[in-house]
């Protein structure tokens, strides 16, 4: 597995939370982008990651980072461990008791007039726009004990579209959560064993969920390890299509792989669904030697065509440029769409440039990041009341290395190859993170 020196450059912790106001611009900021982009990702409470590989990165303590646009301006900058019992335990033990015992680094979502921060099947917390905890969901009940990162909101029903993937039984539960916040599916999943699933996609009448290549060995654990996951050899990798509201799940076998992140999914007819994805060949796969990891191959994208009347899958790899962290209109999601972008990954421990797909047209647009600089998930925003897909902004935070601080480039989402529309200069670091999401200034 690549190692990633965690203690200097683009992951390293930042030591404390500041509030920082009107931010230095080149550029113009356009007026009409008003809300705060947010990140997450993990920056351990005490400053310092305990090595140097994901293993070491990924369960770290979550903090939230916000970029306040407001008529033009960057109105203010600032971060937040998030207020669980584990930072209670370092900074405030009489408050511990009272704080959610959970770790939620990985996304946020905005949905129901509720803010979560999201972690990797654990319980959301929900936060505010200014990146205050107010503690456990109240308006998403049916996930309060815990949920996928990535679930998956359809923008013309409102509805949300979640799963929890646990080692214990049951193994899969599936939901969906009605435009007000109230449950309105919670059904278990038959499994014969558990199952690693980051992500899952939707249709305008299905879910998928994603039964892949690597699963649980947890005599790993006794063998050293800390995580008790590999790939698996002997576990069939597999689409699971259910239809939205419930009802039989079909399975649908593929050709190994591991699919961290989804792109989106569709229904091309009644009968056809096309998924496209971030795929690896490989993940995970222990060394002979049964200690150590394979690195694991860089993710292309990559689409599956599902026909629900032959209950065959078809399957093709759409570009061979490495990527991951896909983001599109979410608008779009569940739906057909057109564009997609998406960080490029040109080595294991660096994400640098970002990529633009149009997959009408087949070509493809990049934005260049220097050698040296790293950048986060691009984060499309719509511009308000347009009607193009790609009409909007990219948003980006851009490590330099020279100076050991971030920008937030906003790029034309039309045109990511032109210079910035802007760049606010930050003072300071945004670590490299996980996943990050635009709050409207309505929120
Ligand atoms: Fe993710």
């Known amino acids: 597995m690549a190692t990633i020196d965690l203690n200097s450059g683009a992951a390293a912790a930042v030591l404390d939370e500041v509030d920082l106001v009107d931010l230095p611009v080149i550029g113009a900021i ?22 140097n590989d994901v293993l070491d990165w990924w369960p770290e303590d979550a903090m939230l980072h916000g970029i306040s646009l407001h008529g033009g301006r960057a109105t203010s900058y600032r971060n937040r461990w998030a207020r669980t019992k584990r930072w209670a335990d370092v900074y405030s033990p009489d408050a511990s008791l009272a704080l ?31 990146l205050e905890t107010l503690g456990a969901s109240r308006r998403h009940l ?68 994603l039964d892949l290549s690597v699963g649980y060995d947890f005599s790993m654990l006794s063998r050293g390890h800390r995580m ?22 079909r399975w649908f076998e593929i050709a190994p792989c591991f699919i961290q992140h989804v792109v989106n999914a569709y229904d091309a007819d009644e009968s ?27 993710g292309v994208l990559w689409r599956y065509v599902i026909d629900l009347d032959r209950g065959t899958v078809t399957e093709r790899q759409i570009d061979d440029v490495c990527i991951e962290l896909p983001r599109i209109n979410e608008g779009r999601t569940g739906h057909p769409y057109r564009f997609l972008y998406a960080a490029e990954q040109p080595t294991n421990t660096e994400f640098r440039g970002v990529v633009r797909y149009d997959l009408e047209s087949g070509s493809m647009q990049r934005y260049r990041v220097p050698e040296g600089d790293q950048n986060s998930e691009p984060v499309f925003v719509a511009r308000p009341n347009a009607s193009d897909e790609d009409d909007g902004w990219l948003l980006v935070c851009v490590y330099r290395r020279a100076t050991d601080t971030s920008d937030l480039v906003i790029l034309d989402g039309r045109n990511i190859d032109s210079d910035p529309i802007a760049t606010v200069r930050l003072p300071r670091r945004i670590p490299a993170g996980f996943h990050g999401v635009w709050l409207p200034k309505d929120c």
């Open 272 to 298: 056809t669904v096309v998924l496209d994805a971030v795929r690896y060949p490989q993940y995970f796969r222990l060394a002979d030697n049964g200690l150590t990891f394979e690195e694991n191959p860089l």
């Open 142 to 209: 049916g996930m309060t004990n815990g949920m996928t990162a990535h679930p998956k909101v359809d923008a013309q029903t409102g509805e949300l579209m979640t799963f929890r993937a646990d080692w214990k039984k049951p193994f899969l539960r599936y939901g969906v959560t009605d435009a007000e916040g109230t449950s309105s599916v919670d059904v278990d999943i038959e499994m014969s064993s558990p199952s690693m699933m980051h992500d899952m996609a939707i249709t305008a009448t299905h879910s998928i969920l």
């Open 30 to 51: 356009p007026e009409d982008l008003n809300g705060v982009l947010v990140r997450n990702g993990p920056n351990p409470l005490g400053g310092r990651f305990k090595g």
């Open 100 to 130: 959610l015992d959970t770790n939620p680094n990985v996304n946020v979502l905005y949905h129901a007039g509720e803010i979560l921060a999201l972690s990797e099947g654990g319980a959301p917390l929900a936060i505010t726009a200014k």
């Open 228 to 249: 008790p996951l590999r790939w698996r050899d002997d576990h069939r990798a597999r689409l699971g299509i259910i239809p939205r509201h419930g009802g039989e799940m």
